[in-house]
């Protein structure tokens, strides 16, 4: 692979004001944005379609005070929301942002409907993990397909150029302001793209082992079940450029991976009562952490795990989530009549196995627990009973370029690098600095969307400027 650098600029081959590197979530929102505020624009895209992290997502974006919670009688706003967030994350490196996107998230979902023509709904009937109420809008089928297929569409509508196939292997920079990029095709063919404003929207370094191992190592051993495109390249751009960065070391896992099919086993079956067993039959923790933060626990505990359902919960699961059928369909959902059953099907001690479940059904009944779980969904499990071989999984990471309020990329000084944004995965996110526990469902899209939204419009605002007054502006913009 080419390794991307910051390079002298030479005459580019075309130019616009506001140039979108990555065609996933951030990308097309910050592109609609930007053309919606009078920009001309483009997308580049490393992949030979669009098929980023976005879309391989449940869809799910929180949204504090929209419309639709009114509707639905849901009491909520911006202060509630950001609470709950630094509740689970604790203080990070970007704690400005989640004031920020706490803040922006019912109008960026309610711009998302009105103006982006995204069809979404509020998500009712359990509350997410980290979320004091119902908060979560996502389209209709629950997939990030789906989001992705209406934003396409709306970039089509609007007549942005989307560029698929176009990786971007440099950025080129004079006088320290950032002023395009060069793409290379895969038969070596370059376009040199010169722009006002560049927007990073390239997603993490999930997909980059060798930046996992160095920033990330608590996630190096977890399978990674995010998009292959997400190999780093906004962090080796800005680190050329002495950019800020912050949160390395969080990540968003999924303690439910399908060991053997790979196929995802929702959390939904652990909100319903199931629990997560090691090879000696017993459980490792309180599985209500939720999925990413139990990824962490499955990770120390090592060994194969399964998860322990019963029919009922099967059934109720894939009622809601006709998605979660794959899992049975796929051979990945094992029957056991009874514990014995079930023990003998997936080589786990029987009489281990067995009181394991006793003691779930005491605490599913009142009893204190011994992990300390306190919600068991519909109750004590009830034969015939289901295991799945899973993993841990690593979705994405969380840590990136630091930026401020408006999505500018933050200088080794402290001031903004002039022509340069960044949103999404390629941006500090905020979910705590270390590991899989500060992550609150929906922050990954919130962090691409949000400072999606935001990016498109301030470098929108940046290429409307007149020459000299952006830089001026840029170097006002220091960070505390
Ligand atoms: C299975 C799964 C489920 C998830 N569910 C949710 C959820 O329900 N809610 C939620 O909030 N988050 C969820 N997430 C996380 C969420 O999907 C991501 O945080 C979010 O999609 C990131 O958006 P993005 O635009 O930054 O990245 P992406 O959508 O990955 O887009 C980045 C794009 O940039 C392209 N690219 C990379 N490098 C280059 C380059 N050099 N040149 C040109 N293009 C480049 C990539 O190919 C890719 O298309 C989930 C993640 C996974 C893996």
Known sequence: MT???ASSPQTPDIEVDVLVVGAGGCGLVAAIAADAAGASVAVLEKQSRLAGNTSLSSGSIPGAGTRLQAAAGVDDGPDLFRDDLMRVSGPHDADHLTERLAGISAELVEWLIDEAHVGLTLVAGYRHVGHSVTRLHAPPSRTGAELMADLEAEADRRGIPVAPGQPV??????????TGALA???????????AKAVILATNGFGGARDLVAELCPGAEAATYAGS???????????????????????????????ARSGVLVTWTVVERGGYIVGADGKRIGDETLGYSAFAGVELAAGGPLYMIYDERIEADVAKGQPEFAEVARMGDAVAGATAADLADAIGVPGDALAATLDAAAASAEGKADAHGRMAWGLGALQPPYRATRITPALFHTQGGLAVDDDARVIGAGGAPIPGLYAGGGAATGISGREGGDGYVSGNGLLSALGLGLIAGRSAAAEAAAPVGEETETVQQGEMT
């Open 169 to 178: 292997v440099e950025l080129t920079v004079a006088d320290g302001r950032v």
């Open 228 to 258: 292959t495109g997400s190999t780093g390249e906004a962090l080796r751009w800005g680190r050329a450029l002495g950019a800020r960065t912050g949160n390395l070391g969080a990540y968003q896992g999924h303690a439910g991976l399908a």
């Open 184 to 194: 290379r095709d895969a038969d070596g063919r370059e376009s040199r793209i010169g």
């Open 3 to 5: 390794q991307p650098t």
